[in-house]
Structure formats: C-alpha cells, structure tokens
C-alpha cells in the first residue's frame, strides 16, 4: 500500500475522523432545496471570514484609546497589504449583515420556522443580535472621531432605558465620560465576548439543522401538523432524501465561495471606509454618521416626532425582538407556502422597502444642516440694489443658508427659497424670519432692523 | 446496600459535584463582574479646571474651551480632553454649555454670526442662551458650573449628560 494511504488511514483509525464527519456528510436533505437555501451557509462563510481577517487584523491593531487611531493608520497606510485586510473585514461585515437578512426572510416567507424549528428561529434571533452588536462595536473600533461619538450617540439611546439608562450609559463608555477605559471596553466586547457567545450560537444553530433537517420546500396546500410532521419528514427523506455531501453542498460551496470573492473584490475596488479626523472629544467639527447598516436607525431617529422618540428608542426594540422571539409560537403549524400566506409577503416587502428607503435618505441626510454651503455663487442680484446684495451676504452669514437653499446651493432642511417670493408676501417673509417656524429659529432676538430689512429686500428678489 | 440508601448515595453525590462547580465559579466570577461594572462601582471625583484668563473672552462672546477630563488615565490620550462652549454674558457672569446636544449627544458648533448652535446629527438647534431653537431636542443645552478666580475662568468637569425618558 502506497504510505500516503497507509498513514491517512492510521490517521483516520486513531482519530475516527470519518465516524465524526460522515454522519455529517452523508444526512439526507429534501429533494430541491435549491439556491434559496444557501444564504444561511454563506453567513457562517462571511462569519469565518470575519474570524480569519480579525486575527490578521489583531495582529497589528493597539487596542488603546491612545494609540488605536496612530494603529489604523499604520495598518491602511503602512503595512502591507493592510488596507485590503481592513477592506475585506469591512465589506465582509457588510456581506454577513446582507447574509443574515436574506437568510431571515426565506425563513420568514417559507414559514421554516414553524414545528419542530422553532428553536432554529430563536437562536437564529440572538444570532442577528450579536451580529449587529459586531457591527456596531467593530465600526467604533476604528477609533477616528466617528467611532468616539458614535459611542456618545449610543450612549444616549442606552441613557433613554427606564432607571436604570443612565447606568447603561456610563457602562457602555466605561465612565462618566469617554477616556482611557473606553477602547479596551469595545475591544473586549468585539473580539473576545460576543465572537465567542456567536460561537456557541452558531453550533446550536447548526446542531439543531443536523436534529430537525432543513425544511423542505413549501407546497402549497401541505400542512404543518406537529401530530405527525416528525415522522412524515423521516419517511420523505427515506424514499426522496439526497445526500447533504455532495448533491446540496455544491450550491453552498459556490454561491459562498462568489461571496467571498465579491467582498475581496469590492475590498480591493473600493477599500475600507476612510479614516477621519483623531479620536479627539473636544474636537466639534465634525459630522457623525453610522455605517450603512446602522443608518436605517439614525434616519428613523432624524424623522420622527421628538415627542414621541425617547419612547420608540426604549419600545420600539422591546417590542421588536418580542416580535420576532414570538413568532414561532404564534403560528407553529398549516400552510407554510408563501402563496398562501400573502400577508407574510406584504410584510416582508414593507420592511425592506421601509429599511431600503430609510438607508437612502439616511445616505443623503437632508435634515442636517449643510456646513459646506460657503457663499452663494449661482444667485444674480441687480448690482445697483445694494439692499438687497447685503441681504444675499447677511443670507450665508446667519446660518440660513446651510438649511435653505438657493438654485440648489445650501441645505435641505428648510423650504427651498429660489422662488420665495412668488408664495410669500414681504411682510409674510420679515414675520418668518423675525419669529421662526417649527423648525425654524426665530431670529427676531438676533437680528437688528437694518439686517432683517436687507434679508428681506433680497428674499424679494428670489421670484 | 439497600436500594434507598443507593438513592441516597447517588442524590449526595450530584448535589456535591454541582456545589463543587458553582463554588468557585461564583468566586471567580465576582471580580471578573467587578472588571466589568467598575464604572458603575467607581465613582469619579468632579475637578475644577482653569480653562481661561477673564481677558481672553469679551462680554457677549462664546467660544469654545478645551480642557481635561475628571480623572484621565495614563493611555488615554487625546480621549481624555472634554470641551465646553463658553459664553460671557457680562463682566462678572459666564455661562457654559455641554458641547452634547440634548437630542443624542453629537456636538453642537456656535455659529458666531448667527448667534446659535447647530447640531449636524439630526438638525437641532439652539439659541445663545442654551434654548433649543429648532429640530428635535427634547430639552436645553446642558450647563456646567463655571466660576471666576481672580483673574481666571475656572469650570468644572462633568460627565457627558445623558437624555432620560422623561426628559
Ligand atoms: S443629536 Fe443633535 S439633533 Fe440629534
């Protein structure tokens, strides 16, 4: 016998690697489970991924609130390769959240989640909740001054829990305020505590996908019965079943392995999110913004009414994850095909089109004031109506055009004004400014009668 | 032995391996929670800082002041400074604001000319006086004790002040 055979099978007779792996191999999966039943297999591709890029970044990352930025520049600038390394941490950040989404929704529109896989479901929740907690803490680990305030801002949603919020608060930023024992707090959390609790969760996931088998795929019509499911699913996948290796594993192996390519080419295309300005609390120009899958939540708290916000942050997750924990034991058996469960699809198609929406005006921002409107350029006054040129300069001074704007220049927050004066009157516009609006600062106070009449005489000629 | 005292026996033992499990579980356990809920178990002593002279800032006037947080540790580096908007509004009286908008905490710049803050997050705003102007903060600009000493302008550090639900 050739001595390569020879010592793979001492291998395999003292180690029993084929004992272990074989049932793993060889469980039968229901005939056609196709291409909608890989998303979950490339989440776990995405999370080893995650686990591999974060050693190597581990490797030259200082996890201390002084010397953590100095680190990231030295891994995008310096260390070779160390941009791409960042860029595919990022992107496969942004891979797994994609992942872990679409998987939820198949499950969601197939009702895989009904008898006997609830318990898939619920892990499958505190899943998504630890893989969001990595996103999280993972973008304040690049410490630039988005990281810092990003923990600020999520200090603050904490501080609105009930009694004990103002705790949460200080625990999040490991004091009173943000300092040397912020950092080393994420960085425990993102490298040690939530990977290792992913861990745990992932092999109860897939344990129960090896107990319960995946779901086969819905027929219309083929009801869920607790009664005589078990037995119903053993016997379809006597006569039917296909062998997990290799007849399904091909279509996880390739679609992950797609995956995996598309995020290092995205890395390599586009690289990791650019660092901003040091981690400098005392620094006040700047303009905080999450990453793209936290931005849905940050426009959520720009548009909604104040009033009501501080009971929304604290509910509206309660009620959330109550929600999706729920789910399994609200409607655990009948019909799980998605054409006969429309509403299942209406509401599915809400949240993404809700979460898609708010991602792009999240992206766009227009209720932030614009701070980069300078000067008007694009406006024409008649150089002979000094009034009315000192007004279109007294107009970038006050503030008004970072929310206004003029030909498209200024901000978005406020009404556009290029054409105020068909709707308003003079007096109707000195009344606006001088006592505000809703949203509008009333500038009666700061204002002197000279200014407001110059303000006025050049909103007047915006017809 | 009988088969009562064999139930006992076995009932004995469980109990014993378990309680020799949690024992020193609950032992270790106790410092590594200490490490974890330490900001809630230390508290930090406030500090005055001197933050300017009386002659730098001009009645009217507000500028922004940095300074050095309560209790900074040895690596905390730049996280350690704070800032302050600081405002004279007489010869003997300043006010000083927290740089956190009430609304979620991101910091508010003074636009001089306009006589307001503006906050970039979300659009708040606020009059010079600390009033919100605009936008969705639920409640004024937070204040932080200021005091004159002689000839300097002293403020005391303070922690970021967090939004409650009542708020
Ligand atoms: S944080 Fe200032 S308006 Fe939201």
Redo the contacts with the bound molecule.
Sequence with gaps: MNPLKKAARWLNDRSGFTEMLKPLLDHPVPPGSKWAYVFGSATLFCFVLQVATGVGLALLYQPSSQEAFQSLQYITYKASLGKTLRGIHYFGASGMIVMVGLHMLRTYITAAYKYPREMSWISGVVLLLLTVGMGFTGQLLRWDDNGVWSAV?AAEQMGRIPLIGKSLARLLLGGDTLGGQSLSRFFSYHVFLIPALLFVFTGFHLWLVMRNGISEPPKAGQLVDPRTYRQWYKNMLRNSGVPFWPYAAWRDALFGSLIIMAIVVLAVVFGPPALTKPPDPSNVITTPQPDWYLLWIYAL??LMPAKIESYVMFFGPLLLFFLLFALPFVSNKGERSPIKRPWAIVGSCFVVIVVVSLLFVGKNANWSPNFNAKALTKVSIPATDSLALSGSVLFQQKACLYCHSINNEGGKVGPDLTHVANRLSEEQITIRIANGAKNMPAYGSSLSNDELKKLVAFLKTRN | MNEQTNLDRRKFLVRLTLLAGAVPAVLVSVPIFSALLGPLLQRQKQAWRRVASLSDIAVGETKLIQYVNADPLPWAGVTAKAAAWLRRETEDRFVAFSTH?S????P?RWEDKAQLFL??????VYYKDGSVAA???PKPLTKIDVRINKNDVEIRTAPVPITTITQ
Excluded: D, I, N
């Design positions: 801002v708290f720009a | 908008c609304h979620l905490g991101c508010v906050c970039p997050c979300h659009g708040g936008g969705p903060p």
